[in-house]
């Protein structure tokens, strides 16, 4: 097996941290994996935001709906989709459907964009999980794809400096784990998910 696949499948998500402090360099090669992810043409079209504060945890654990992880954990990310950055990188003008997300469909571009910032949402979370560093995405918290929480979402747009059109994804936590233990992966079986040329076909793998 890959030393990939292992670290694959021994990440958890990681919600009750230590307290202690995860060094700066240790964030920095974090944010490099995310930075360094690939995206459609290259667009990049996310922006990254390490949280250490305690004032701006509690702000966006209020947002995620309460979640304690968040403002116990000792730094958060705060993911930004920017479908701006598209018109920045030339793309638009192209008149191919299937290479210009904004002919593909009604919000093409905002759906193309949440969707870039997948990528480097994984690699940050497995570049933590190879320093030993535990991580726990967070989906659940107001913002235009929720739609719920509105008014702490706009305080948080506005202190975390985003213009209107910039999204927030995802948020990610971070800290050491509190009382480390194996993962427990539940996950459907390999044939549940995985097929050979058309869905019902078994692979023999
Ligand atoms: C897009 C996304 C959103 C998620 N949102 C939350 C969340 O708001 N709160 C939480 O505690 N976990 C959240 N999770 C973590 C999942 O619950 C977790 O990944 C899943 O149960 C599998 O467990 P594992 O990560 O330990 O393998 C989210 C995961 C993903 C991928």
């Not at 993911?79 to 990188?89: F, G, H, N, T």
Request: net charge negative; glycine share 6%; with cysteine.
């Amino acid at each position: 097996m890959s030393e990939l696949l292992d670290l694959i499948k021994s990440r958890k998500s990681v919600r009750q941290y230590t307290g202690k402090h995860i060094p700066d360099e240790d964030l920095k090669k974090i944010l490099e994996a995310g930075r360094l992810a690939p995206s459609w043409m290259n667009v990049q079209c996310w922006k990254f935001i390490l949280v250490k504060s305690q004032e701006n945890k509690d702000l966006l654990s209020e947002l995620s709906v309460g979640q304690p992880q968040v403002k116990n954990a000792d730094a958060v990310i705060v993911c930004v989709a920017d479908p701006d950055s598209w018109e920045e990188a030339k793309i638009t003008h192209i008149q191919k459907p299937a290479l210009n997300p904004a002919l593909q469909c009604e919000n093409g571009i905002l759906i193309r964009s949440l969707e870039q910032v997948i990528y480097p949402v994984s690699y940050m979370m497995l570049e933590a999980a190879s320093l030993g560093i535990g991580s726990c995405i967070i989906g659940a918290f107001g913002s235009e794809i929720t739609g719920v929480l509105p008014e702490i979402y706009s305080q948080v747009k506005q202190k975390l400096n985003l213009k209107d059109t910039q999204i927030i994804s995802t948020i990610i936590t971070l800290g050491y784990e509190e009382n480390p233990a194996p993962a427990d992966k539940k996950r459907k079986d390999f044939n549940e998910v995985i097929y050979m040329e058309k869905i019902g076909e078994k692979t023999n793998l």
